[in-house]
């Protein structure tokens, strides 16, 4: 289950330009820079990422429909402003909860369940 879109809407409007003022240099929160697949216009929108063996791990509370992540899949690499460092990442995948949520502190798992999210994007730092 993913958010409805209105919050989307909201947070796009409200939130994220409040949040990418922090996001990029506070962990877990980051940027992730994207390019859109039929503008070439580049964007920045403020995630909340957790690290992996070999990457990171993303929690996607709108769903993997959104832009972002459509962009990001359809470039096959992307930018991520994460402590004050852009790290380029590859092989985006969608994957369900059962593997991303092994990454995860425990009150995040926590938080993502009683919200329903059950689905994440997987990238690896190159």
Known sequence: MTMPMA?????????NPVSRRFAGR??????????????GKEYRTPIMVFRTDDG????LTYGPGTDWVRNVLAADETTIEYR?????????????GTEARTWLPAVIRIALRLMRVDDFLVVRSR
Request: aromatic content about 10%; charged content about 25%; proline content about 8%.
């Open 7 to 15: 919050v989307a809407r909201f947070a796009r409007d409200y939130v």
């Open 26 to 39: 506070v962990p877990p929160f980051a940027v992730v820079r994207h390019v859109g697949r039929s503008s």
């Open 56 to 59: 990171f791990v993303i929690a």
């Open 84 to 96: 004050s460092r852009e790290i380029t990442v590859d092989g985006p995948r969608l994957t369900d």
